[in-house]
């Protein structure tokens, strides 16, 4: 990370039962994320001193570890939408490297699919009615609708089209295909996406990210700890984080997200450039969201993400820059906040254990990748995290 400070890893990463789970409690998810990333890392819970979540409880992350048994001395309650995880990753890692913890572990879990089926839950139109909220709330600005409105304007002045759109969610569910823990495999067709019910124009269903339960957990650890840990480490090479806006009123630019600073800022500190990333991991609520990070992520120009998304390039089979290879948010699981998800599965990729989906570097099959991007959305573009990952 810095000059003089540790080096930091991903040891231990792993997913609870995802999909359909409608036999446990979201503190129970945790619990089995976190035992089954311990024990992928080889590592005992009495290593981790640092505990991450967000999203559960009165004071989280506080009931969480107690629930799972640690009593940490470093802990993060961020909360910033889906991008929360790969924010804390980043603050985790800076602890590391500086010595304030030595096994940093993320966890999280959601019953959200169970919970509307139970009754337990009703589906929410909006975050709240207070602060700059309160000016848009009454014009039904649903957090869907803010999405759909940047699409359209990024439609509007650069000719994207709806089945540009519609081919983000046709690739990702033909990565899905290829993975055998996702929740929908059966392939769809630009055609299939376009006659969906519509939900926001110009979003039809399968625009728009499935609801499942799921988690997932992530262990961090010094570079003392990798020695002993039954996986090879995956690297964190650069960080970047940013904050653009709450009110719609206040954001400059609908075709331009937040992960155009903290994707800038991960590649300048990781001393990577775009162009040498092998796969990426991105937040996918809505297919806009993929296409607008590819962007500002800087995989192509801006304007440009409809022309680079229709030539099948996010393809784990033959595409040029295999884009959410699990499926993602569109096909695999979305238990809520999917951010911890994007890295279970960029370490998954990095170490080789992608299987069917297994993305392979320049060199061709058998030459595992070098190089992989998470990078997460949160709210409506109000927050972006970005991390790059390497392997030795």
């Given at each position: 990370?810095?000059?003089?400070?540790?080096?930091?890893?991903v040891?231990?990463?792993?997913?609870?039962?995802?999909?359909r789970?409608d036999?446990?409690?979201?503190y129970a998810l945790?619990?089995?994320?976190a035992?089954?990333?311990?024990?992928d890392?080889?590592?005992g819970?009495?290593v981790?001193?640092?505990?991450a979540?967000?999203g559960l409880g009165t004071l989280?992350p506080?009931e969480?570890a107690e629930?799972?048994?640690?009593?940490?001395?470093?802990?993060?309650?961020?909360?910033v939408?889906?991008?929360?995880?790969?924010?804390?990753?980043?603050?985790?890692?800076d602890?590391?490297?500086?010595?304030?913890?030595n096994?940093?572990l993320?966890?999280y879990?959601?019953?959200?699919?169970?919970?509307?089926r139970?009754?337990?839950?009703?589906?929410?139109?909006?975050?709240?009615?207070r602060?700059p909220?309160?000016?848009e709330?009454?014009?039904g600005h649903?957090l869907?609708?803010k999405?759909?409105?940047?699409?359209r304007?990024?439609?509007?002045e650069h000719g994207t089209?709806?089945?540009?759109?519609?081919?983000?969610?046709?690739q990702?569910?033909?990565?899905?295909a290829?993975?055998p823990e996702?929740?929908?495999?059966?392939p769809?067709t630009v055609?299939?996406v376009?006659s969906?019910?519509?939900?926001?124009?110009?979003?039809?269903k399968?625009?728009c990210?499935?609801?499942s339960?799921g988690?997932?957990a992530?262990?961090?650890?010094a570079?003392?700890?990798v020695?002993?840990?039954?996986?090879?480490?995956?690297?964190?090479?650069?960080?970047g984080?940013?904050?653009?806006?709450?009110?719609?009123?206040?954001?400059?630019?609908?075709?331009?997200?937040?992960?155009?600073?903290?994707?800038?800022?991960?590649f300048?500190?990781?001393?990577?450039?775009?162009e040498e990333?092998?796969?990426?991991?991105l937040?996918d609520?809505?297919?806009?969201m993929?296409?607008?990070?590819?962007?500002?992520?800087g995989?192509?120009?801006?304007?440009?993400g409809g022309?680079?998304?229709?030539k099948?390039?996010?393809l784990?089979?033959?595409?040029?820059l295999p884009?959410?290879?699990d499926?993602?948010g569109?096909s695999?699981q979305?238990p809520?906040?999917?951010?911890?998800f994007?890295?279970v599965?960029?370490?998954?990729?990095l170490?080789?254990?992608?299987?069917?989906r297994?993305?392979w570097g320049?060199?061709?099959r058998?030459?595992l990748?070098?190089?992989g991007?998470a990078?997460?959305?949160?709210?409506?573009?109000?927050?972006s995290?970005?991390?790059v990952l390497?392997?030795e």
């Amino acid at each position: 990370m810095t000059a003089g400070s540790r080096k930091v890893a991903v040891v231990g990463v792993a997913l609870s039962d995802c999909g359909r789970v409608d036999d446990a409690t979201p503190y129970a998810l945790h619990a089995q994320a976190a035992r089954r990333a311990l024990a992928d890392a080889g590592l005992g819970r009495e290593v981790v001193d640092g505990f991450a979540s967000a999203g559960l409880g009165t004071l989280a992350p506080v009931e969480v570890a107690e629930y799972l048994g640690l009593r940490p001395t470093w802990v993060d309650s961020t909360s910033v939408g889906g991008s929360t995880w790969e924010v804390m990753a980043a603050h985790a890692a800076d602890a590391i490297a500086a010595g304030h913890a030595n096994a940093v572990l993320l966890a999280y879990g959601s019953t959200a699919r169970a919970d509307i089926r139970a009754g337990r839950r009703t589906g929410n139109l909006s975050f709240g009615s207070r602060g700059p909220l309160q000016f848009e709330v009454p014009y039904g600005h649903t957090l869907i609708a803010k999405y759909a409105m940047a699409a359209r304007r990024h439609m509007l002045e650069h000719g994207t089209t709806i089945e540009q759109l519609a081919q983000v969610a046709v690739q990702a569910r033909a990565n899905a295909a290829l993975n055998p823990e996702a929740m929908f495999r059966d392939p769809i067709t630009v055609d299939d996406v376009l006659s969906g019910p519509m939900i926001a124009d110009p979003f039809t269903k399968l625009h728009c990210c499935i609801r499942s339960d799921g988690g997932a957990a992530v262990l961090l650890a010094a570079e003392e700890f990798v020695r002993d840990c039954r996986t090879a480490p995956v690297w964190i090479l650069g960080t970047g984080e940013h904050v653009s806006h709450a009110a719609m009123s206040e954001w400059p630019d609908f075709t331009t997200g937040p992960a155009a600073v903290s994707g800038r800022l991960a590649f300048e500190r990781a001393g990577v450039r775009p162009e040498e990333i092998d796969f990426a991991e991105l937040y996918d609520a809505f297919t806009y969201m993929t296409l607008v990070t590819l962007e500002d992520l800087g995989f192509c120009g801006k304007g440009e993400g409809g022309a680079f998304v229709e030539k099948g390039r996010l393809l784990v089979r033959g595409g040029e820059l295999p884009v959410n290879t699990d499926g993602g948010g569109l096909s695999a699981q979305h238990p809520g906040m999917r951010g911890l998800f994007l890295l279970v599965e960029a370490v998954r990729q990095l170490r080789g254990e992608g299987g069917e989906r297994q993305v392979w570097g320049p060199g061709g099959r058998g030459e595992l990748p070098r190089l992989g991007v998470a990078s997460a959305t949160g709210g409506w573009f109000c927050s972006s995290g970005t991390l790059v990952l390497g392997r030795e």
